[in-house]
Antibody, heavy 120, light 106 residues
C-alpha cells in the first residue's frame, strides 16, 4: 500500500532552517509528484509547493518563494522540504502528500505529519 | 481562488444527513474540486476529487456535486466515525483550501 513516512519533530530558533524528509513506498515514485502542505495549530491547510518525481520540475506558492526549497532523491524515493529564515508563525505540522506528476492537483496519500516548532 | 465553507460547524446526530457547502470566489471552469476529511490528531484523507469522484475505499454515503462557484459534499447517513472536520480544495490554479466545516455530535 502507498505509504509516506516523514522524519521526526523539530524545534528550531527564529532565523534557523529546517529540513523535513518524506520516504515514499508502495508506488512508482517517478510516476507521481509530491506536494508539501502545512497546518498551524488549530488552523486550516496551506499548500506550500510541489515537485515532479519524474523530472524535478517545481512550483512554489508565492508566499514561500525565496524561503522554501523542495527536492527529491529518486534513487531512494525520498522527498525533502527545506524552509529557511524560520519565524514564530512557521510553527505547524508539515505534511508531504502524493500528488500528480504534471502539477499540483489533488492529494490522495498523506504522510503522518512532522511538527516543527519555532521557539526562542 | 478563495474558498469559503459553510456552515462553520454542523451539529447533527448519527443517522442524519449532512450537507456541507463550499463556494469559490470565481467559477471553477474545470470542476477541479476535492474534499478531505480530517479526524482529530490525524492527517487529512481524500474523499472526493473532480467534484464527484469518490476516492478508493470511500463509502458511497459520501457524495460530491456542484459546478461553477457552488459545490456540496453530502454524507447520506452519519456514522460515528464521520464526525470530523471537512475541507474543500480547488486545483484549477495553485491549490487552495477552504477554512473547513466541523461536523460534531448533537
Amino acid at each position: 500500500q502507498v505509504q509516506l513516512v516523514q522524519s521526526g519533530p523539530e524545534v528550531k530558533k527564529p532565523g534557523a532552517s529546517v529540513k523535513v524528509s518524506c520516504k515514499a513506498s508502495g508506488y512508482i515514485f517517478i510516476d507521481y509528484g509530491v506536494s508539501w502542505i502545512r497546518q498551524a495549530p488549530g488552523q486550516g491547510l496551506e499548500w506550500m509547493g510541489w515537485i515532479s518525481g519524474h523530472n524535478g520540475n517545481k512550483n512554489y506558492a508565492q508566499k514561500f518563494r525565496g524561503r522554501l526549497t523542495v527536492n527529491t532523491d529518486t534513487s531512494t524515493g525520498t522527498a525533502y522540504m527545506e524552509l529557511r529564515s524560520l519565524r514564530f508563525d512557521d510553527t505547524a505540522v508539515y505534511f508531504c502528500v502524493r500528488d500528480r506528476e504534471l502539477g499540483a492537483n489533488w492529494f490522495d496519500s498523506w504522510g503522518q505529519g512532522t511538527l516543527v516548532t519555532v521557539s526562542s | 481562488f478563495v474558498l469559503t465553507q459553510s456552515p462553520g460547524t454542523l451539529s447533527l446526530s448519527p443517522g442524519e444527513r449532512a450537507s456541507l457547502s463550499c463556494r469559490a470566489s470565481q467559477a471553477l471552469t474545470t470542476n477541479f474540486l476535492a474534499w478531505y476529511q480530517q479526524r482529530p490528531g490525524q492527517a487529512p484523507r481524500l474523499l472526493i476529487s473532480h467534484t464527484s469522484r469518490r476516492a478508493t475505499g470511500i463509502p458511497d454515503r459520501f457524495s460530491g456535486s456542484g459546478s461553477g462557484t457552488d459545490f456540496t459534499l453530502t454524507i447520506g447517513r452519519l456514522e460515528p466515525e464521520d464526525f470530523a472536520v471537512y475541507y474543500c480544495q480547488q486545483y484549477e490554479s495553485s491549490p487552495t483550501f477552504g477554512p473547513g466545516t466541523k461536523v460534531d455530535i448533537k
